[in-house]
């Protein structure tokens, strides 16, 4: 059961640049209701809602053809939001988590690949790679730390639902087959809290 969706609200657009991670981001998003008794859909909701918005995304404006990695919000209640992302050819997020926040990822266009860390029996940790073609999906729980990068010829488009909703990202890099955490960036409604 995917969440209701309403006619978009449309407010002005918001440009922003997050450290070395320039991106265009615009606040042409969707309010789609209050959740009933605030609870937190679990991952089956959460990837019918990335999948059944996908199916919109491949006509969100600025999407089809990015010069660099763009997102804008696509839809939202108190405890869910959704987000609408254009990689170009070889966009791509580094490693990072989402917080508490579970996710699920639909791919509208194109083909990304995730790469997500797995903890190895030696207390090190082991790297493993999905594909996520079109019309394919993934979810995850809270904590999960990956990146996703475009390596195909053509753009991509995917949409990325979260809930509760974002609260921190933390950036990661492996060091000697470790983990290290770099920096953590907080969000309320999407927008950067200093």
């Known amino acids: 059961m995917a969440i209701a969706v309403s006619p978009p609200a449309v407010l002005p657009p918001d440009d922003r640049v997050a450290g070395s991670r320039e991106v265009a981001i615009s606040w042409q998003y969707q309010h789609v209701g209050t959740d009933v008794g605030g609870d937190i859909p679990g991952s089956e909701t959460l990837v ?34 959704a987000w609408v992302i254009a ?30 860390i797995v903890s190895s029996a030696s207390g090190g940790v082991v ?37 509760p909703r974002l609260t921190s990202m933390t950036y990661y890099r492996v060091v000697e087959g470790a983990l290290e955490a770099r920096s953590t960036i907080r969000y309320r409604f999407g927008e950067v809290v200093p």
């Open 48 to 81: 019918a809602t990335a999948v059944e918005l996908a199916g919109r995304a491949t006509h969100w404006p600025g999407m089809t053809r990015p010069a660099q990695r763009r997102w804008e919000l696509m839809a939202a209640t108190s405890t869910v939001e």
């Open 127 to 163: 790297l493993r790679t999905t594909t996520i073609p079109t019309n394919g999906s993934i979810s995850f729980a809270g904590r999960h730390i990956h990146d996703i990068v475009n390596l195909g010829p053509v753009p991509a488009i995917s949409v990325h639902v979260y809930a």
């Open 87 to 116: 990689w170009p050819p070889g966009g791509a997020i580094e490693l990072h988590d989402h917080g508490d926040s579970a996710g699920a990822v639909a791919v509208a266009a194109g083909e990304l690949v995730e790469t997500n």
